[in-house]
């Protein structure tokens, strides 16, 4: 058996007397002397140093959308705009993992810190508060908010340290102490992750007293940052009324330009009307979030125009967010139009290189390759990421007798699927092809797969009769 070695056991310990007194109740005003996230978040250790309205900030993360959007509910005054009362909040961020790469590069450390937030695409932002950040603009111009970026260069010359090294120190100072710890000025920092902190007050202990020299040392080997927030922040997000908003998104969702197909006189040799556009790009919208999309239109209001304007769309739009077969390594692409033999022709006339008409007649169930007959092959349906079903309402999926037709559909993967019709859908008519459609999108087998089955279900049938 192991045995302990003496010094590692435990000492017996006399007790002098027991200490019955109950100690002090706590009121929900005392700040907590560390934070975690876990019981007590560090926000409420930081918040104290903020109030005091003279606080110093060194986050070694740069999410100053974040840092100002907390700064902004922490103090509401640095949101008004003639605010003229004594606060200031020093930030000195660092320069971080994130924008460590761009540092170095061939302009200042406060420049490539400042090309990193703008020459994203668009904006993102882990949590929508931090589109408050817009409001602290006048608090920096006033200089109520002061923002600075670390500089290694100048913390060569000013901490007397060599090489390039990043800033990753975590300090809030103000003149009732410091609090130090893990956690980064920010909301993930502040209110989510697992961190830890602690704070001492002003004269408490050396500690305190080295945190707030080591933090001053920090923002004085920064550079002053303001000029490039500012930027950032007027052009990345700005306040507008509500009016603009709204006018933004609408514009915004019904402007995306691969839709907007009526004025490429390619397609179908000249520009499409303006309730052809609207349909044009309505169906378009609907098949990209649902799959499937119903066009009804009288005779004679173009529907073969508005067919293929949705094929030349759709097609483009398909090849770009559906990844190719991962089983065949074979990208799905244009689209096929199901028509009446009548109107084959004039689907023809019309139709673009990403397009091509199929005579519903030559359809097959017993043909995987989705056209032909028993002895000839024909177009593979499966290769298309569009089909076009024109005369809808002539198609008859039904839930147990589908026609020739529907089934060479079915039997095809699952694609976007537009359905044009002249003649008003029924309840019944809409229930069918959505059936149609789902049942192809919910099963993920192989077109022999289904077949085969489909085979044997109706020889079980045959054999037992009506399940």
């Known amino acids: 058996m192991f045995s302990l070695p003496s010094w590692l056991r435990s000492k017996p310990r006399k007790i002098e007397e027991l200490d019955q007194s109950i100690p002090e109740r706590q009121g929900d005003d005392v700040v907590p002397k560390f934070g975690t996230n876990i019981d007590r978040s560090v926000i409420d250790l930081y918040r104290p140093h903020i109030h005091t309205r003279d606080c110093l900030i060194v986050t070694g993360y740069q999410d100053f959308l974040s840092s100002l959007?907390?700064?902004i509910a922490e103090i509401p005054e640095l949101k008004e705009p003639n605010f003229e009362g004594?606060?200031?909040?020093r930030v000195s961020f660092g320069v971080d993992t994130a924008n460590a790469k761009r540092v170095g590069r061939t302009g200042s450390v406060k420049q490539e810190t400042k090309l990193r937030w703008l020459e994203k695409t668009g904006l993102e932002v882990e949590d929508n508060q931090d589109l408050?950040?817009?409001?602290a603009r006048r608090a920096i111009e006033r200089g109520n908010i002061q923002l600075r970026v670390f500089d290694p260069i100048l913390a060569q010359k000013n901490l007397g340290i060599r090489g390039d090294r990043l800033m990753h120190s975590k300090i809030v100072s103000s003149p009732i102490g410091a609090a130090a710890g893990s956690a980064n000025f920010s909301r993930s920092g502040l209110y989510r992750n697992i961190e830890y902190a602690d704070t001492l007050e002003a004269g408490s202990n050396d500690l305190q007293i080295e945190r707030t020299r080591t933090a001053e040392k920090i923002w004085e080997a920064s550079v002053d940052w303001t000029n490039e927030a500012l930027e950032i922040l007027d052009k990345l997000i700005k306040p507008v009324t509500s009016e603009d908003a709204m006018a933004r998104m609408i514009s915004e969702q019904r402007g995306f330009r691969p839709w907007r197909t009526r004025?490429?006189?390619?397609?179908?040799?000249?520009?499409?009307?303006?309730?052809?556009?609207?349909l044009v790009y309505e169906a378009c919208s609907i098949v990209y979030e649902h799959?499937?999309?119903?066009?009804e239109a009288p005779t004679g209001s173009g529907k073969t125009e508005i067919g293929c304007h949705l094929a030349e769309a759709l097609s483009e739009t398909y090849s770009r967010v559906i990844p190719r077969s991962p089983i065949h390594d074979v990208a799905r692409k244009n689209a096929a139009v199901i028509a009446p033999p009548k109107v084959i022709p004039s689907w023809e006339r019309h139709a673009t290189n990403s397009l091509k008409a199929v005579a519903n007649t030559t359809l097959s169930k017993r043909n995987l390759r989705g056209a032909g007959d028993d002895k000839k092959a024909g177009l593979r349906l499966d290769q298309f990421g569009v089909l076009i079903v024109d005369e809808s309402h002539t198609v008859t999926p039904?839930?147990?007798e589908p026609s020739k037709m529907a089934a060479a559909i079915e039997l095809a993967p699952p694609s976007w699927n537009?359905?044009?019709s002249a003649t008003l859908l029924g309840n019944r008519d809409v229930?069918?092809?959505?059936?149609?459609?789902?049942?192809?999108?919910?099963?993920?087998?192989t077109p022999d797969y289904i077949q085969t089955m489909g085979e044997l279900f109706v020889s079980d049938v045959s054999a037992h009769g009506t399940v």
């Open 418 to 420: 537009v359905c044009l």
């Open 132 to 135: 408050m950040a817009i409001l």
């Open 263 to 278: 004025y490429r006189k390619g397609i179908t040799g000249h520009t499409l009307f303006k309730y052809q556009e609207e």
């Open 86 to 89: 004594e606060l200031r909040i």
């Open 398 to 400: 039904s839930f147990e």
């Open 431 to 445: 229930d069918w092809l959505a059936h149609m459609q789902e049942k192809r999108a919910s099963i993920f087998m």
């Open 69 to 71: 959007s907390i700064l």
């Open 291 to 295: 799959g499937i999309a119903f066009v």
